[in-house]
């Protein structure tokens, strides 16, 4: 049995138990990693996402049998989450407000929010979710979790959305309700994923190419280095205003506009003003990863190995030296990727996500994935006393309707 088909079992008995009838709405929404292009979506620059077989999946049905789902006065959903063991109830109509501590039920609620606004209207409902993808991990757990609740408002409504407007819904709920001022990335990977696909996505157009990943030879191995270092909330808008910053003194939009030949020529300029230190580096990675992540696409594409390695070390090394998103842990298994090395099987490796914790991404040849991994096991446990997690996946389907 598949991990998706038990996570899908697993929801569907907590949904009978629960609401003592059968889910008449089946949905999911995968997880992603990102191979390469971190913290430049936000920049209008470009990124190469995949999903993963990584899933939250919702059962949902009217709530009309239910009397505990009932409320005479406001028209609610009630959803159960079966990772935390916790129910809540959310508004369904009127004007809906973020609260002002972020949970979990404020994801689910603004994606309600935001499918209401655009039209996406349901009967009261009651649901249970569930969900394998890692928390803290830097695999979008926030994102899957947003497109699934989408995605049963249109099972519920009857409606389509256009997949980019629902993703740029997901993107608003969590800018609003979850106070996160991420990019789109997140979003538009699990809802506009395919199968055996990555996508090299335009952050500025919103247009994606879909590069195949079809080799059987090659996985992508995602170690999960179980550490989150606690944050004061204000490193990710710090390294979003200075991008800004740096981008009003070079005179563009984004720093998409900027390419390394102009950065360099403005060095000095940079480096003369008040932290135009920081600004040179944060804008240094932007652009540097705008052309890593284009050419580790072409470099996929044509099969080039190699190259595709040279891209995600230099990625990794440009985050932790002038975009310092990085942890010692995360360079630590790094460390250990490279020591592998190609004959070993390893292609390349880098941190994923927004840093400070999380996982490593690596392409892997498929016969040497077991001793690749336990040579990661081992040597990350023998440095930090850490136990990593690690799987293969797979490009994974994007966001989907099941059962209506």
């Known amino acids: 049995m598949t991990l998706f088909q038990t996570l899908l079992d697993e ?28 913290h430049t ?26 009397p505990e789902c009932n409320d005479k006065n406001q028209k609610i959903a009630q959803i159960r989450t079966k990772n935390l063991n916790q129910t809540s109830s959310f508004l369904l109509e009127g004007e809906i407000q973020p609260t002002e501590k972020v949970r979990w039920s404020s994801y689910v609620q603004g994606s309600i929010a935001c499918s209401l606004e655009k039209g996406l209207n349901v009967e009261p409902f009651c649901a249970v979710l569930n969900s ?13 979790l947003e497109v699934a609740v989408a995605t049963l ?64 030879s090659i ?18 808008p710090e390294r979003r205003q200075s991008c800004e910053e740096a981008s ?16 360099e020529s403005s060095r000095e300029k940079l480096l003369g003003l008040e932290n135009g230190d920081r600004y040179y580096r944060r804008a240094k990675h932007v652009v540097s990863e705008d052309i890593r992540t284009q050419t580790m696409a072409q470099a996929l594409i044509a099969a080039d190995w190699e190259k595709v390695g040279e891209q995600m070390y230099a990625s990794h090394e440009s985050l932790k030296v002038d975009y310092e998103v990085s942890c010692p842990e995360l360079d630590i298994l790094v460390d250990i990727a490279k020591s592998i090395g190609f004959g070993g099987g390893m292609i390349g490796s880098r941190m994923t996500g927004g840093g400070f914790g999380g996982c490593m991404v690596s392409l892997v040849r ?25 799987f293969a996946t797979r490009p994974a389907q994007g966001a989907s309707i099941l059962e209506q």
């Not at 629960?18 to 709405?25: D, F, G, N, T, V």
């Open 219 to 236: 996985v992508v191995l995602i170690t999960n280095s179980n550490v989150k270092h606690s944050l004061t909330g204000s490193e990710y």
């Open 41 to 66: 979506d936000y920049n209008d620059g470009f990124v190469f996402p995949m999903a993963i077989e990584r899933y939250t999946i919702i059962a949902a049905g009217p709530s009309q049998n239910v």
């Open 11 to 38: 929801t569907i008995s907590d949904f009978e138990k629960q609401y003592r009838s059968k889910p008449k709405w089946l949905v999911f929404a995968p997880g992603r990693v990102n191979l390469i292009g971190e």
């Open 153 to 216: 408002m249109e099972a519920m409504s009857g409606q389509t959305l256009n997949p980019v407007d629902k993703a740029l819904l997901c993107q608003k709920a969590e800018h609003l309700f979850a106070k996160m001022p991420c990019g789109i990335m997140d979003q538009f990977i699990s809802a506009l994923g395919v199968k055996d696909h990555a996508m090299l996505l335009d952050c500025r157009s919103l247009v994606p190419k879909m590069i195949p990943l079809l080799d059987p």
């Open 366 to 390: 498929a016969d040497q994935v077991d001793d690749v991994s336990e040579t990661i096991r081992t040597g990350y446990f023998s440095k930090t006393g850490i136990k990593p997690t690690i």
């Open 132 to 144: 394998n993808v890692p928390i803290g991990g830097s695999l979008s757990s926030s994102a899957s």
């Open 248 to 263: 009003r003194i070079l005179g563009v939009t984004k720093l998409r506009d900027v390419s390394l030949d102009m950065l």
